[in-house]
């Protein structure tokens, strides 16, 4: 080892000898060798914080809970969802709140007759002298389905078909311990019902917001398929706001949310939920043609049932608000009837008198295209919106009248229900083009239909595939006015069917019971 005063002679050497090699470079030599030196060091300085950097780009990051991480990272959400573990948390989350709901019922055996047997021979041949020995008059049936326990006190929301007319009701929790039910109401126009059970230590299901749902994003359906309890499936939201046409009511409310996550027979009043552990739907029908899923299910919007499961809480029955028109959608021949650039919004077929509609000035033939502040283009989504309100609740809803736009304020009325009349026969007179048959109304007809005398024309015949059978019309309709021109008998109608242009699309106004609407046929060329 140099001593200090030796080592200092020969640093002083050195740095004479390195002055003096420098003195004999060229200046552009300086500036490389200077350059160099300045790369050197960026490379290290590199790697010495190489540990600091990597944390700033995500590349070492410390353990952080769910919540942390998407609250602190939004971008991220989709990525960290799609794991397993989320699946597994939500599904050990949600399936003690899911129940198992069996009902006994008394079934007559005159019921079976007359579903099955239209005839009354048939009837009495498939009866006792069928089987050569006693029919019995009543039996009991047993079904299954499953509910979602809602509130502390043992509230269970479920399908109405699921529950409606037992005589007997039993739920079993996951935890296996058994209750008997009581029925507390039903709503048959959204297919609901809610149930009791008087229990201790019920674990609660939380209720998310079905509206800020999206086409795409995953759900668990959790439920008791084919009884097989707590059963766990997993699929997309397909589509939202669909109608299949399973409420025989022409006040049914049908909003669903398809999704492909499997649901079968047993499923119905089941958990549909997000992968926040949120019900934001109650598994309600398949799409089949085996009985079994096929791909295509169905679920009420928790908004939606949250309203009238309140409902059927506080008062045992809906209160139902009420709007009082009839629509269908606008398509592309209803646009071009009434002159639209586009297929938009929901035509107005009818307005029933001294109902909110007709007081606040809504008229027949308008087209509804925004309720407060959300576009509308489906009849159902209408329906869905009102049925979520009060009676008293205010809208401001903006419709196209003679291709202006027009915005009436309105308050929603109580509903009340209405009657449907049968219609009879008689002699008629067909009309080939549109493949019509029509006859005059007979007084009798009138009286049943509460029609005046001169008032529209029976439709005794449709031939099938025709434009009035593709256009919706059917037979015991009454056809009241063709483009605003009234329809008094069959020589009027047929002045008026005889004047219309081939390829354009004109407007019956039609009664079908109790219900007026409008049907839009394009004239064959």
Request: charged fraction near 25%; glycine fraction near 6%.
């Amino acid at each position: 080892m140099y001593r200090y005063d030796e080592f200092q002679s020969w640093l002083k050497i050195s740095i004479l000898k390195r002055y003096e090699d420098i003195m004999r470079f060229k200046a552009s030599e300086v500036i490389t060798c200077i350059c160099g030196v300045i790369k050197s060091f960026i490379v290290i300085c590199l790697l010495f914080s190489f540990p600091y950097l990597s944390n700033l780009i995500n590349l070492r990051t410390k353990p952080v809970s769910a919540a942390q991480f998407i609250s602190q990272n939004k971008t991220t959400e989709f990525d960290y969802l799609t794991t397993s573990r989320v699946f597994t948390r939500v599904a050990t989350t949600v399936i003690p709140t899911v129940v198992s709901i069996n009902s006994t019922m008394m079934i007559h055996t005159s019921e079976l007759w007359n579903n099955h047997f239209d005839d009354e021979e048939l009837r009495e041949f498939f009866g006792e002298k069928y089987f050569n020995f006693p029919v019995p008059k009543e039996f009991r049936q047993r079904d299954s389905g499953s509910g979602i326990i809602v509130s502390p006190k043992g509230h269970i929301l479920t399908n109405m078909h699921v529950v409606e007319k037992a005589e007997l009701i039993t739920v079993t929790l996951t935890d296996n311990r058994t209750f008997e039910a009581k029925l507390i109401g039903t709503d048959p126009l959204t297919e609901l019902a809610v149930i009791k059970i008087d229990g201790y230590n019920l674990p609660v299901a939380e209720l998310g917001d079905s509206d800020s749902l999206e086409i795409g994003e995953w759900v668990l359906a959790i439920g008791n398929p084919l009884e097989l309890r707590s059963t766990v499936t997993a699929g997309i939201i397909s589509a939202i706001g669909r109608d299949i046409n399973i409420i025989a009511d022409n006040y049914g409310v049908e909003n669903f949310i398809q999704t492909d996550a499997t649901i079968n027979p047993g499923n119905s009043g089941g958990a549909l939920v997000n992968l926040r552990g949120q019900v934001i739907g109650i598994s309600t029908a398949i799409v089949t043609q085996t009985g079994y899923s096929q791909g295509y299910g169905f679920a009420i919007p928790i908004n939606l049932a949250k309203e009238i499961m309140n409902d059927l809480i506080l008062h045992g029955y809906v209160v139902r608000s009420y709007l009082g028109i009839s629509m269908q959608d606008v398509n592309e021949k209803i646009a071009r009837a009434l002159g639209l650039k586009r297929p938009a919004g929901v035509f107005i077929d009818n307005v029933v008198e001294d109902s909110p509609a007709k007081l606040f000035g809504l008229k027949e033939k308008d087209v509804l295209i925004k309720i407060d502040d959300q576009i509308v283009n489906k009849g159902n989504i209408v329906q869905s919106m009102i049925a979520q309100k009060k009676p008293g609740d205010e809208l401001l809803i903006t419709l196209i009248r003679n291709n202006r736009l027009v915005k009436i304020p309105v308050t929603l009325g109580e509903r009340r229900d209405f009657n449907v009349k049968s219609t009879l026969k008689n002699r008629d007179r067909k009309f080939y083009n549109l493949g019509l048959k029509v006859e005059n109304v007979c007084r009798l007809r009138a009286e049943e239909l509460n029609l005046k005398m001169n008032e529209g024309v029976f439709v005794s015949g449709v031939e099938q595939f025709s434009p009035a059978y593709d256009a919706g019309v059917r037979v015991n309709d009454i056809i009241l006015e063709i483009d605003d021109r009234l329809i008094t008998s069959i020589y009027a109608f047929g002045n008026v069917i005889s004047k219309l242009q081939s390829g354009k699309v004109y407007i019956f106004k039609m009664k079908r019971g109790e219900n007026i609407f409008h049907i839009f046929i394009e004239v064959p060329k």
